[in-house]
């Protein structure tokens, strides 16, 4: 059975999947793409090691994508659906105190991190690869996430949470460069988990916005 | 006259310079090839744009270096020898406290990507196209200025400058986090200078490590 060219096309927001493929069949494919890229860096990854992890030939691979941009593009793109995700429910959390929010905030931008630490790699290194079109769109996901935590940043100052001489644009950049470098260094077989992780560094960008020690809360282990 | 293939394999170590030719005019070349590389990143950068623009063929660019990664090579080595000079700097303020010399660093790392821009993009963004051999020149001179920094993080949790609880591995990565994204999002064009942007990631880091204010020195503008 044919499928239509834009059924076919993977749009990688964590439920739908192209045509006639079963979504945990495509996350199958999606995730032995993320383990080939991760081994072998994007540009040398091969359709046929893809396609050989999951039990295709390159041929079969290619009736479900088009080329291996829209492999990486599902990476991609999905691992900012998730960071969409994590926005929503911090969404709910609206009544609480800005420091409690931002620290919500990265401690679940981490257990993303924990769940798909592979993703998160390739998200930030090979995010440039992608089409002006699809990195536009990724691009358009990054200002949402940006713009959460600003909004958060910006209500902590007006309160009083953070310090009021801190800039809010170069906080929210320090607070995002910290987030994702993590995934380019941290390997949880260092013996630490995801949740220690998570904790110290909640502390480093809480402390650094000037927060009152008393709404951190717990100290470090 | 010919040059020995190994006199004309720049070193960008900021002295020396490839074979027969002026100290200034390869740093005019090597500068040039930033700019390219910048405006039209690595991969797209041809020797033909890099040449033009400092009345060269071509093919008489060709006669100082072997390939276009020899350009790479001098503005990511570069840009790493200059962080060694940082650190050099900084071992004769080793009497002060750690906050101070934490502080000290942040600052003139900053200076000098304010003098040079163009050129710390560059090293983050393609410093895995080098050869393996040129990224393990380059991975050697990181981890000195990441032994340095995380020596004073140590120093500062021993003598109580910084909170016990912090792990110094950790922050060191978070500090090196904060400060090697800054080249991909700030733009002096801003209102805001490279030695104002450097006051507020000099507090944001030292509050994140549990300095006292007092160390910290003047609240922010």
């Excluded at 420091?99 to 257990?111: N, Q, S, Y």
């Amino acid at each position: 059975m044919a499928v239509a060219p834009e059924a076919r096309r993977p749009i990688g927001q964590g439920g739908r999947s192209p045509g006639s493929l079963r979504p945990e069949r495509w996350n199958e494919i999606v995730d032995a793409a993320g383990d080939v890229f991760d081994e072998k860096g994007y540009a040398a990854a091969r359709i046929e090691d893809i396609a050989a992890r999951v039990g295709l030939l390159k041929g079969s691979l290619y009736y479900y994508i088009d080329s291996k941009e829209d492999l990486l593009f599902a990476i991609v793109d999905g691992n900012h659906s998730r960071g969409i995700v994590v926005v929503e429910e911090g969404a709910a959390l609206e009544s609480a105190d800005p420091p409690t929010r931002l620290g919500a905030f990265v401690e679940r931008w981490i257990g993303i991190l924990g769940a798909n630490p592979g993703y998160a790699a390739i998200a930030e290194r090979d995010l440039r690869r992608l089409s002006p079109e699809r990195q536009a769109i990724v691009m358009d996901k990054r200002a949402r996430i940006h713009r959460f935590v600003r909004d958060i940043v910006e209500d902590g100052i007006a309160d009083g949470s953070f310090d009021a001489g801190i800039d809010p644009g170069i906080v929210t950049n320090n607070v995002f460069d910290v987030l994702n470098g993590i995934s380019q260094w941290f390997h949880p077989a260092r013996p630490l988990t995801y949740e220690q992780l998570a904790e110290h560094v909640r502390c480093f960008v809480l402390r650094g916005l000037g927060a009152d020690p008393e709404t951190i809360g717990p100290a470090l282990p």
